[in-house]
Structure formats: structure tokens, C-alpha cells
């Protein structure tokens, strides 16, 4: 368990912002302070005043058109990923002069530099590079030297831009045709966060916008989706480029010039709004539930997808995307509606819905070759021609399909049908002597998800009586329960329920996780942030949990730069593990009925109450989670 001072600065949890208030109570996106250099505001843009340029003279167009909508959305999406992916190709030509940078930052004038870095912490506050100290510059280090360029990887990124700006202009022509005007548009290389999603998601920051041509295509009102880390942008110099026109086969563009639509009649865009957004997850629930329902710019419905033969399911790309959506916008099928929380909710609470994702499941797995009962699914090792769609190390594209199937389970809570299929997927790969898929035991591996669902009947039925833990602490905050009888608090050793904390010795050796023994569970959650490398097991083997708590505050004991988003699965799967190896943990923790569960650690305000009273508390949470599912018959 982490306590005390706040992690060191680096890629850590999805943080979804909350903009300030204007006066008049719309939601604005909070705007990043220019960087100050010598007393003057720097001759460079900083990473949020990039501006719609507007057409004027516009008929209003009607803003319930879904349609219209829906079109403006996809174009949105396609050109944030464009310049997304320019902002790559951008730092991989930046490279070298960055890690020079990095190595002696006092050797160059800040103002002589063709980038910006700035840090946003846990509270979406950004702070500019001059406020950086040493250990900023360091953790940087750490966080560049894995996107070092290489060949292979340029030689891709060339090819999804052009595929990319390619689809923009499909996109452009349904535009035309629905009668909205796009004259020609500018895409620049955007801001990069230095994190694990860096490849995969187009950065969405506060004010963030590319140049574009129509009005209130604002992509700073879009939700901001950020992540607790750095974030490079390229300088003035690069977004001030003179448009280029660039043929789609051209392979570094440097800046990306679409071709302007035919003069016409023009409507105003509608803005994107949140509830266009619900509109979509409309749409998408519409498609499964009601089989004939297609959603807008898909040529699909969901009985059509499901009558698709396996010839059909290998040749055509645009339907996995509907079956299966992802939080993150396919390059594939830029229209396909986004995975959000409330097509999760729906689908948590509505039994219906969950046989209709079943169904879709056991299609895709009877096309991979995959036989299901409840949650546990295995390789069929008979259908030979179906297990050569994945089991090959060729890159193929099902196994992108795999990765989203696998990503969709989690989101909704199938963590224990998710971690069968890559289970038996990767295992058949290895026993044929063929490396596993990194990206599908990303997908399953400490995961934040939602509450835990299950295939299985009896398994769903006795899930319906647990809440997440992230429900209890919506529910249970610590001041609505002031009298200590009506809550359980711990933390010190001489006090009552000491065994909830993670410093308690585990009897009969320790707990078994994954085939080793851990003397604690803080051995095992700090052990964690180094899975996979010598320093996991130097953890495993330290004298007690005091050690493992301070082995990643040594110098150059960095975490695993995904640690901030995963932590929180892994403390959770170590309580699970405590409740089902330690019976003395188990009968405590039945004990305390239904009190609310506080760990009363004045030094940690995110896993306990913290000295204010105000923390988080998300340990405490937890264990009234797993106390659910004690209760639940599901440990």
C-alpha cells in the first residue's frame, strides 16, 4: 500500500478533467498558461490556442440532425487522429535533438527549442517546463526512451497517415453529399502525452483543435480525455508551415492539405455536443436490441452481421466494430459508434442485451475456432483452417479483432470470460512454438473495469448483489458516517482489523499468487509495478513489507509506466486473493456486516482517508467490494 508523498511525475491514471465554470455555468476546458521565458510570453503557440478558423454566411442547420451530427463527429475523430499520428511522426524527426535536451537540459536556450513540454498532474493542472526540476527531466528520460524510432516503425506510421487521409476524404464526401461544405483544411502534428496510449489514442486536451474549416467543428468541446503525464507539442515553426498538397501515396507529409469540396449551397455545422454522444450510444443499443436497426454511416445491421458466412467474417473489416466497440476510434471504420459509460450501464443492467453480446461472442469464437461454456472458453484444436486466422505469427489482422473483443470484455466487466480467451489463445501460441500477442495480455492484464460480469448463469445471478468499488465510494463517503460504531476503521497494528491493511504477515507462508509465495500482499502489489523483470522477484524476496513499501522510492526504481491505471486492479485482485487463502482475513472481514470500511491513514489521502478526512479511501472500498462477493458465493 502506498502512503506518504505523492508518486514521482510520469504517465499514470485516465483522468477525465473537470473544466472550470463560466459565470453563466456552461463548461469551458481550462486553457494552458503560455510558457513564460525571461519575463515575455515565448514566440510559440502553447498546447491549447489552436482555433477554428469560420465560415461565414451559413444557414443554421436544424441540431437534433443525427445525421449531420454523427458525420461532423467522424470527421472530428479522423482528423485528430491524422494530426495525432503527425505529432509521431514529428518527435521520431525530433528525436535525437529531445534526448539531447534531456541529457543537459541547461545547454540550450528553452526559446531555441522546436517543442514545448509541459506536465499535467493527477488534477488536470498543467505546469509549464520551467517549473520542472530534476526529477522531472529524469522521469522524462525514462518516458521518451521506449518511442525511440526505428525503420519499421516510420515505414507504419507513413502508412496509417495515408490510409488515414484517405478516409477523411470518404468522409468529406458523404459531407458534401448531406450538403455541408468543407472547404480546404490544414492538419498540423499535434500534442503528444508520453504514455503507453500514445500509439492508439488521439490526444485530446483542453482547447485542443486542429485548423479547421468548418465553424463549429471545435474539438476542445469534446470531452477532454487526458492522462496524468507529459506532453510534448511541437513549436510555432511546425504548425505555421505553408500547406503542402500532399497525393495520399506521398510518404511524409508535413503538413496534410485535403481537397476542397465543389462550391454549393453551405450549411452551418451543428457543434458536437454530449448529447449527439448519447445519440450514438442510442443508435448502437438500437442495433443490438433490435436486430434490423442500422446505425448511421454503417451498412450493417446486427442480423446482417450475424448471417455473415465465414468467408464474409475474414474479407470484410467494418463490422467488428459494431459487435464489439472500443473507447478508442477504429482507423478502420472512423463512423463506428465509441464504447461509452452509458452502453456499459445498459448492458450491466439489462439481461437481454447481455444474451444479445453473448451471441455475438460465440459467432466470433466459433469463426477463431473457440468453443465457450460459461466463462471458461478453449482452443478447438480440430478446426485447423479457423486457428490459422490468429495462431500465426504473421500480424494478421485478426489479431487487432482479438485485441478489441478482448478490450470490450473488460470495459463491461467480463474480466473472467476476457483472461479465458487470452489464456487459451496465447497458451495454444506457445505450445506451437509461436510468441504470444503483447497487445492481448495488455488488454486483460490489471484493467480497470466495471463491476465484474459473468456468462455463466448461476455466476450473473449471485453477481447482481455486488457492488463495485467504485459505487461504495460514491455511496459511503467517510463524513456521512461520524460515529465510530457505524464504521470500521484501521491502520495501526495495535488497533482492531490490522489484517486489512497490506502490511499484515500472511500465515502459512504467504499468499499464492500466480505460482509464488508473497509474505504480504504489499510484497505483491509493489513487486507488481516491475512484472516481468529481474526487480519483481528482488521485491518478492525482501524481509518485510516496510522494504517492498520503500524499494520504489530508491533511485532508478521507476514503476511500470502504466502503473497509475493499473494499480488499482492489482490491490483489488491481492484482497481477492487474502479472502479466498486466508481464513482468519475472510471471517473478519464477514464480521463487519454491512459498516462502511475506512483505512484511517492520516499519510494517504488515495488509498485511505488521509489527514483531512477527504481521501479516497480506496482500499477501504475495496474490501467492502470483496466482501460482496464473499457473500456472493464468488470467492
Request: hydrophobic share 30%; aromatic share 8%; net charge positive.
Amino acid at each position: 500500500m502506498e502512503t506518504g508523498s505523492p508518486p514521482p511525475p510520469g504517465p499514470g491514471p485516465l483522468g477525465r478533467g473537470q473544466p472550470p465554470k463560466t459565470p453563466s455555468g456552461q463548461e469551458k476546458p481550462p486553457v494552458l498558461p503560455a510558457t513564460p521565458r525571461g519575463g515575455q510570453r515565448p514566440d510559440q503557440r502553447d498546447l491549447s490556442n489552436r482555433q477554428a478558423k469560420p465560415h461565414r454566411g451559413q444557414p443554421t442547420i436544424n441540431p437534433e440532425d443525427t445525421e449531420i451530427n454523427e458525420l461532423l463527429f467522424s470527421f472530428q475523430t479522423a482528423c485528430i487522429a491524422v494530426e495525432n499520428m503527425l505529432g509521431q511522426q514529428w518527435l521520431n524527426e525530433h528525436y535525437s535533438l529531445l534526448m539531447e535536451f534531456l541529457q543537459n537540459p541547461t545547454a540550450v536556450k528553452p526559446e531555441e527549442l522546436p517543442f514545448n513540454i509541459a506536465y499535467v498532474d493527477e488534477e488536470n493542472n498543467i505546469h509549464p517546463m520551467e517549473t520542472f526540476e530534476k526529477k522531472h527531466f529524469d522521469q522524462l528520460k525514462v518516458d521518451v526512451a521506449p518511442l525511440a524510432p526505428t525503420q519499421k516503425k516510420a515505414e507504419n506510421l507513413r502508412q496509417q497517415i495515408n490510409q488515414s487521409i484517405g478516409q477523411i476524404e470518404q468522409i468529406e464526401g458523404k459531407m458534401k453529399q448531406a450538403g455541408i461544405g468543407v472547404s480546404a483544411i490544414q492538419l498540423s502534428p499535434g500534442s503528444l502525452i508520453l504514455n503507453e496510449d500514445r500509439i492508439n489514442q488521439p490526444v485530446r486536451l483542453p482547447g485542443y483543435s486542429p485548423v479547421s474549416a468548418v465553424e463549429t467543428v471545435r474539438f476542445r468541446e469534446l470531452p477532454a480525455v487526458q492522462k496524468k503525464g507529459f506532453v510534448i507539442s511541437p513549436g510555432k515553426q511546425q504548425v505555421r508551415q505553408k500547406p503542402v498538397r500532399t497525393p495520399v501515396s506521398q510518404s511524409r507529409p508535413q503538413s496534410v492539405q485535403v481537397p476542397a469540396a465543389q462550391p454549393e449551397p453551405m450549411r452551418k455545422a451543428a457543434r458536437v455536443s454530449p448529447q449527439t454522444i448519447k445519440a450514438s450510444s442510442r443508435e448502437w443499443l438500437d442495433f443490438y436490441r433490435k436486430g434490423d436497426s442500422r446505425i448511421t454511416g454503417q451498412k450493417w445491421t446486427r442480423n446482417e452481421v450475424m448471417a455473415l458466412d465465414a468467408r464474409r467474417l475474414e474479407t470484410e473489416h467494418d463490422y467488428i466494430q459494431l459487435l464489439f466497440p472500443n473507447r478508442i476510434a477504429s482507423t478502420v471504420n472512423t463512423t463506428a459508434p465509441l464504447l461509452t459509460d452509458q452502453m456499459v450501464a445498459d448492458i450491466q443492467q439489462d439481461e437481454e442485451l447481455q444474451r444479445l453480446v453473448l451471441q455475438s461472442l460465440d459467432r466470433i469464437l466459433d469463426f477463431w475456432g473457440c468453443t465457450r461454456s460459461g466463462d471458461s472458453i478453449e482452443v478447438d484444436a480440430s478446426k485447423k483452417s479457423a486457428l490459422k486466422k490468429w495462431a500465426l505469427d504473421n500480424n494478421d489482422h485478426n489479431h487487432k479483432r482479438i485485441t478489441r473483443v478482448l478490450n470490450f470484455l473488460m470495459e463491461c466487466g467480463y474480466e473472467s470470460a476476457a483472461a479465458s480467451l487470452e489464456r487459451s489463445l496465447q497458451g495454444y501460441r506457445r505450445a506451437n512454438n509461436v510468441k504470444p500477442v503483447r497487445f492481448w495480455s495488455e488488454a486483460v492484464e490489471g484493467r480497470k473495469t466495471a463491476r465484474r460480469m459473468y456468462f455463466s448463469k448461476d455466476m450473473a445471478g449471485r453477481n447482481k448483489t455486488v457492488r463495485s468499488f467504485q459505487n461504495y465510494a460514491l455511496s459511503h463517503p467517510y463524513r456521512d458516517f461520524p460515529k465510530a460504531g457505524e464504521r470500521v476503521d484501521f491502520y495501526n497494528r495495535e488497533d482492531p482489523y490490522y489484517e486489512f491493511t497490506n502490511f499484515w504477515p500472511v500465515p502459512d507462508g504467504g499468499l499464492n499468487i500466480d505460482g509464488k509465495l508473497w509474505p504480504t500482499s504489499e510484497h505483491f502489489f509493489q513487486a507488481m509495478k516491475y512484472k516481468g523483470t529481474a526487480k519483481e522477484e528482488e521485491v518478492r524476496r525482501l524481509e518485510n513489507p516496510r522494504d517492498a513499501f520503500n524499494y520504489s522510492r530508491r533511485p532508478g526504481n521507476q514503476a511500470r509506466r502504466d502503473w497509475g491505471y493499473v494499480k488499482e486492479i492489482y490491490m483489488l485482485n491481492a484482497l481477492r486473493a487474502k479472502a479466498e487463502q486466508c481464513p482468519e482475513f475472510r471471517q473478519l472481514l464477514e464480521n463487519t456486516g454491512n459498516k462502511p470500511i475506512y483505512e484511517n491513514a492520516p499519510p494517504d489521502s488515495f488509498w485511505g482517508i488521509g489527514a483531512d478526512q477527504q481521501g479516497a479511501n480506496i482500499l477501504g472500498y475495496q474490501l467492502m467490494q470483496v466482501r460482496d462477493e464473499i457473500r456472493a458465493g464468488l470467492l
